[in-house]
């Protein structure tokens, strides 16, 4: 991740001798000079393995991370941590708990907000099989802006390979969606304010429907706010092909 002062803040789970799995984080200047120590900067303290850790920039120099954590050595829990552009913890030594279920929780991806922020998307594990998806936004303060977390889609599926981009109105999320036998790309744009604005679609944008198992969208906001989605498919049946879709906010096909 870059942040605001040129230089690059990497994270990653470690698990150094006499300790659980944690969560680390470095600072490399554009020159490569490492400017957080040798060994980098351990961004919780906790009993027990912390993992999957994702990064964005706090654009302040410093950067907001998201991770797991069995909380009570129980379910995985979201954690949250903020890191000053001296690598100083700046939300308590635990971070902070953004979710608190009887199910597993995983971070899918994180995006900054422009305003010092972040747009957290994660998934939670369904004792039955399936998968949900959740957003929310969070302040530079960890306070929650939208209120309780917002689920990205209403009906039962199992979401994965899910990916966010920063539209100046909002935030666009894509995902691959298997219900039943069935495999989609769906997507959902969600306003600053965290209300839905393609809310004509709650089970999500039909972005590719085919029967070829599309999978591992990514998508963009180009300079004129239209948004790009990219996606793999088998439709051709002599492997993987790339296909491309482009909409506008009010999801339009371009």
Known sequence: EQPSDDAIIVVWEDHRRGQSYSTYAQKISWEGEILWGEEGVKCADMAFDQERPFICSD??????????YPT??????I????????????????????????IDDS?????????????????TSIRDGSRT????????NHELLWGENRLVSNEAG???????????????????????????????FINNDGSFRWDQFPSGYMICTNDFYPGRPTVSVGADNNIWVAWEDFRNFEGTDLYMQKLSSQANNR
């Open 59 to 68: 654009g302040a120099g410093g950067a907001i991370i998201a991770y797991r």
């Open 72 to 77: 009570n050595d129980e379910d995985f829990d």
């Open 79 to 102: 954690y949250m941590q903020r890191l000053d552009e001296a690598g100083n913890r700046l939300w308590d030594d635990e971070g902070f708990l953004l979710t608190s279920n009887n």
């Open 107 to 123: 971070v899918e991806s994180l995006t900054p907000d422009g305003e010092g922020g972040t747009m957290v998307l994660w998934r």
């Open 133 to 140: 998806l959740w957003i929310q936004r969070v302040n530079e």
């Open 158 to 188: 199992n979401r994965r390979e899910c990916a966010i981009a920063r539209h100046e109105e909002g935030y666009v999320v894509v995902w691959r969606d298997e219900q039943v036998d069935d495999f989609y790309i769906l997507g959902q």
